[in-house]
């Protein structure tokens, strides 16, 4: 069965600072990976998702992630953060043996202060 | 706008109490799940419906139950609400049954509260 971990619960930064939000996962087969995000009291919005093909993978609102098979890891980055960017992420793994279920890691809080 | 629409946005219940949780799709898609989102935990699959029909369990199912009425619908049931049924519930839809390749479109959520 797969799982996703996200190695930090919280992550605060300065506006315009770079950032990066850490996911590793584990599968025996084949993987897909996607990014969503949650802003305060609404549901989740896909960021972005990696399927196959080119590793690097660019979403909405400036965010890309990076697909590492050797490193099981598939890290979420935004080059400079906006105040509006403060949200929950979460990192989510499926693969063909799920079906039609995701897997969600625990979620990381970014807050993005002035 | 389309998309999946829960009801009822917030809702306090004296445990014991039972209630159901409503869920519907307008985007024609076969696939809908029941989430619950606890703080430092994430999101856990409770039941799930891969097609119309059919209705599977998922991570954490006890105390619950479910119902596909149509394509468009899935309702969650709470028959005997605990407080550890305190929680954010979430409903979700996916275009395909294979939904790996698509992800999910999330609903706003019903935020819970058992006293």
């Known amino acids: 069965a797969q799982s996703v971990t996200q190695l930090d619960s919280q992550v605060p930064v300065f506006e315009e600072a770079p950032v990066e939000l850490r996911c590793n996962y584990s599968?025996?087969?084949?993987?897909?990976l996607f990014w969503y995000v949650q802003y305060p009291n609404q549901g989740l919005q896909l960021l972005l998702k990696?399927?196959?093909?080119?590793?690097l993978v660019k979403g909405i609102n400036g965010f890309e992630a990076e697909f590492n098979k050797s490193q099981t890891s598939f890290h979420l980055r935004k080059p400079s953060v906006h105040i509006s960017d403060t949200a929950e992420y979460f990192c989510?793994?499926?693969?063909?043996?799920?079906?039609?279920?995701?897997?969600f890691g625990e979620g990381t809080q970014l807050t993005v202060n002035p | 706008n389309a998309g999946v629409t829960q009801t009822p946005k917030f809702q306090v219940l004296k445990t014991g109490q039972s209630m159901t949780l409503q869920c519907a799709q307008d985007?024609?898609?076969?696939?809908m799940y029941w989430y619950r989102q606890d703080p430092g935990m994430g999101l856990r699959l409770i039941y799930y419906?891969?097609?119309?029909?059919?209705?599977d369990k998922g991570e954490v199912p006890n105390g619950y139950n479910v119902s596909r009425l149509n394509k468009r619908e899935f309702s969650l049931r709470l028959e005997s609400a605990a407080p550890s049924q305190t929680s954010v519930y979430f409903c979700?839809?996916?275009?395909?049954?294979?939904?790996?390749?698509?992800?999910?479109?999330f609903g706003s959520g019903t935020r819970l509260t058992v006293v």
């Open positions: 979700a839809s996916s275009e395909f049954t294979q939904s790996y390749r698509y992800g999910y479109t």
């Open positions: 599968s025996s087969v084949s993987v897909y």
């Open positions: 990696y399927l196959s093909g080119s590793t």
């Open positions: 989510a793994v499926s693969d063909q043996n799920s079906g039609s279920r995701l897997t």
């Open positions: 985007m024609n898609h076969n696939s």
């Open positions: 419906s891969a097609s119309e029909g059919t209705t």
